[in-house]
C-alpha cells in the first residue's frame, strides 16, 4: 500500500455529470495537493491545503471544487466538465509547506470527459 | 514566464554509460529543488532532492545544484533499461505554496 491513495484509478463522465475524486494519505503530513497532468505540459498546481485551510487555488475554473475535512482527506468535486478537462489528476501530500519539504504522489486518476 | 524548463528529449543513452539530465529555473529565491522518476501511465516518484549548492549522491544517482546558474543537474552512472522514464525537475518558488514542475525530460537506456 502507497503512503497516498486515491480512488477512483479512472474515470470516464459525461459532461453533465457530477462526480468525485477521493484522496487519503497515510502519512501524517500536514498538507495536500491536487494537480493536473495533461499531455505535453507540465504538471499544474491546482489546490494546495495547509492543515485543512487552502492556501492557493492557481485560477482554476470553478467546475473543480475542492474539500478538504481533515489533514488526511482530500476531495476534488467535479461538475459540467468540458472535454479539455480530461487529464491525470494527481494528489500528493507534504509534512507541510516548509521549504525542505518532499512532497509524495497518489497513484492519479485518469479522467476522461466525453 | 517559464519558471522551470527542462530539454524534453528524447535522450538516448547506452547502457551502462552516464545519463546527464539538466533543468534551469527562472526565481533566484527558490530553495528546495527536487527530481522525481515518472514510468508511463504512472504516478511521479521521488528520487533525489537538494537543497545546497554542489553535489549529492545516492547510489546510482547525483544531483547537482548551482544557484548561481540556477542550474540543476541529475546524474545516473551505470545506466540500465529500467532506468527509461520520464524526469520531472521540481521547484519549491519562493513566492508560491506547492512545487512547480518543468515539462520532464524522457530519458531511453538503449540495451
Known amino acids: 500500500e502507497t503512503g497516498v491513495t486515491q480512488t477512483p484509478r479512472h474515470l470516464v463522465m459525461g459532461m453533465t455529470n457530477k462526480k468525485s475524486l477521493k484522496c487519503e494519505q497515510h502519512?501524517?503530513?500536514?498538507?495536500m495537493y491536487w494537480y493536473k497532468q495533461s499531455a505535453k505540459k507540465p504538471l499544474e498546481l491546482m489546490f494546495v491545503y495547509n492543515f485543512k485551510e487552502q492556501t492557493e487555488n492557481n485560477s482554476v475554473p470553478s467546475r473543480f471544487s475542492p474539500e478538504c475535512p481533515n489533514s488526511s482527506h482530500l476531495f476534488l468535486h467535479l461538475h459540467t466538465l468540458q472535454p479539455e478537462d480530461s487529464a491525470l489528476y494527481l494528489c500528493?501530500?507534504?509534512?507541510?509547506?516548509?521549504?525542505?519539504?518532499?512532497?509524495?504522489f497518489g497513484q492519479g486518476t485518469r479522467l476522461t470527459v466525453v | 514566464q517559464k519558471e522551470v524548463e527542462q530539454n524534453s528529449g528524447p535522450l538516448s543513452v547506452p547502457e551502462g554509460a552516464i545519463a546527464s539530465l539538466n533543468c534551469t529555473y527562472s526565481?533566484?529565491?527558490?530553495?528546495?529543488f527536487f527530481w522525481y522518476r515518472q514510468y508511463s501511465g504512472k504516478s511521479p516518484e521521488l528520487i533525489m532532492s537538494i537543497y545546497s549548492n554542489g553535489d549529492k549522491e545516492d547510489g546510482r544517482f547525483t544531483a547537482q545544484l548551482n544557484k548561481a546558474s540556477q542550474y540543476v543537474s541529475l546524474l545516473i552512472r551505470d545506466s540500465q533499461p529500467s532506468d527509461s522514464a520520464t524526469y520531472l525537475c521540481a521547484v519549491n518558488i519562493e513566492w508560491a505554496d506547492g512545487l512547480t514542475f518543468g515539462k520532464g525530460t524522457h530519458l531511453i537506456i538503449q540495451p
Open positions: 502519512l501524517g503530513h500536514n498538507a
Open positions: 500528493a501530500s507534504s509534512q507541510g509547506l516548509t521549504l525542505n519539504t518532499e512532497a509524495f
Open positions: 526565481d533566484r529565491g527558490s530553495q528546495s
